[in-house]
T-cell receptor, first 110, second 112 residues
């Protein structure tokens, strides 16, 4: 079983729609969680951290459920520019080893 | 805006040749990671360092790969000898404890 698992998609949704991604992690000792975004032929870029209390950044909302070991990302009022691959990340260990999911590919259609 | 830099950005080489990739982490970051990305495997962690000390390189083929941090401003990843299956994008990332990590632009390696 992979340490971090995501639905690879692809997700194709119309502009303006709300889209949600889920991700599960296997190591209950994981300490920090993030969502990264990766555009085609570019490096991954940090989108947002994920906190147990849930956190929001504009149109993006991230949630963490430690009991069920899953993380979610909600994108509201999606824009064409949101098209990318979204990577779920869990960390553990003293040096905050980052373990990435396979990524979920999202395409927003006009 | 501080960034992680990587050189070279692209490398084409022949099987059996040595490949050296370099990374300059963001000043003040004390953790450095090397990742490899392929379509099939996604992002795989190869090695990481904290305060220049190697903490885990279990993701790296030991017989041909080596990672070092000769100083706080330079991390290197070497492949010797290279093989076609090493073709991938190699990313370096740096960060501080408890924060997300910043990735460099990657080195696209093609081994013929």
């Amino acid at each position: 079983r992979k340490e971090v698992e995501q639905d690879p998609g692809p997700f194709n949704v119309p502009e303006g729609a709300t889209v949600a991604f889920n991700c599960t992690y296997s190591n209950s000792a994981s300490q920090s969680f993030f969502w990264y975004r990766q555009d085609c032929r570019k490096e991954p870029k940090l989108l947002m951290s994920v906190y147990s209390s849930g956190n929001e950044d504009g149109r993006f909302t991230a949630q963490l459920n430690r009991a069920s070991q899953y993380i979610s990302l909600l994108i509201r009022d999606s824009k064409l520019s949101d098209s990318a691959t979204y990577l779920c990340v869990a960390t553990f260990g003293g040096a905050q080893k980052l373990v990435f999911g396979q990524g979920t590919r999202l395409t927003i259609n006009p | 805006d501080a960034r992680v830099t990587q050189t070279p950005r692209h490398k084409v080489t022949e099987m059996g040749q040595e490949v050296t990739m370099r990374c300059q982490p963001i000043l003040g970051h004390n953790t450095v990671f090397w990742y490899r990305q392929t379509m099939m495997q996604g992002l795989e962690l190869l090695a990481y360092f904290r305060n220049r000390a190697p903490l885990d390189d279990s993701g790296m083929p030991k017989d041909r790969f080596s990672a070092e941090m000769p100083d706080a401003t330079l991390a290197t990843l070497k492949i010797q000898p290279s093989e076609p299956r090493d073709s991938a994008v190699y990313f370096c990332a740096s960060g501080s404890q408890g924060t997300g990590k910043d990735f460099g632009p990657g080195t696209r390696l093609l081994v013929l």
